[in-house]
């Protein structure tokens, strides 16, 4: 089937995410740690493990906010770190800087005269998917998060949701974004077309199920008719 709509995801696609912020917060943590042999990449990992363990189960009636499930994650693992820092002060800190994100020189050209919709589908609270995107200034046709699919990535059912939402088949949709596990992965399990932007040439499965690989959206725009 033709596709006949795109979706595309903000943090590290259309805008760059929080890496910097992350890595000072890990490297303060594993600074603060009270456990041997901890380091700032053993907590970045626990991290990602807690977060993908979270969005998994945190769904329909388990769902909880973007706030809420942050909170979650942060208690845990400071908790695991015997880490004395406080979660609310970092949860600001990360809030703040997701709210003022800057845009990928690529990202504007790629949604200007678009001949498909195109729609953001990312994790987070409905309002700070707004504001950020607000402060972008990305023109797109609409916003599907977390909030409204009461699912986070990689969880499927945000993409489930996404593609409900549109009325159209799951092959009918092409989903964007730049992370194998939160993006490309799930979208495929569900049937999707996926195309994954690799900015920065990290190293790719060579068994991934994904239908390209850019290193640009501007790659992916000129094939975009």
């Not at 991290?47 to 189960?57: D, G, M």
């Not at 504001?131 to 998060?145: E, M, P, Q, R, T």
Request: charged fraction near 25%; charge should be neutral.
């Amino acid at each position: 089937m033709p596709i006949k709509a795109l979706t595309i995801d903000l943090f590290g696609t259309l805008v760059k995410d929080s890496n910097v912020l992350m890595r000072d917060i890990c490297q303060r943590i594993n600074a603060s740690s009270r456990v041997f042999e901890s380091t700032a990449a053993k907590v970045s990992k626990s991290w990602l493990t807690l977060s993908v363990e979270c969005a998994n189960i945190c769904y329909d009636d388990k769902f909880l906010s973007e706030q809420e499930l942050e909170r979650v994650i942060l208690t845990r693992l400071l908790n695991e770190y015997r880490s004395r820092l406080d979660p609310y002060l970092i949860q600001e800190e990360i809030r703040s800087e997701s709210l003022r994100p800057t845009i990928y020189d690529d990202a504007r050209l790629f949604l200007t005269r678009l001949p498909l919709p195109c729609y953001i589908l990312c994790n987070g609270d409905k309002k700070s998917v707004e504001s950020a995107v607000d402060y972008a200034g990305l023109n797109v046709s609409g916003i599907i998060c977390s909030e409204d699919a009461k699912a986070y990535k990689p969880n499927y059912r945000i993409f489930e949701y996404a593609v409900d939402t549109l009325k159209l088949n799951p092959t009918q949709v092409l989903h964007v974004g730049d992370s194998v596990n939160h993006d490309i992965l799930p979208a495929k399990k569900y049937g999707m077309k996926a195309v994954l932007i690799n900015r920065f040439g990290q190293k790719v499965p060579d068994d991934l199920n994904c239908d390209m690989v850019c290193s640009s959206l501007l790659t992916l725009r000129s094939i975009i008719k």
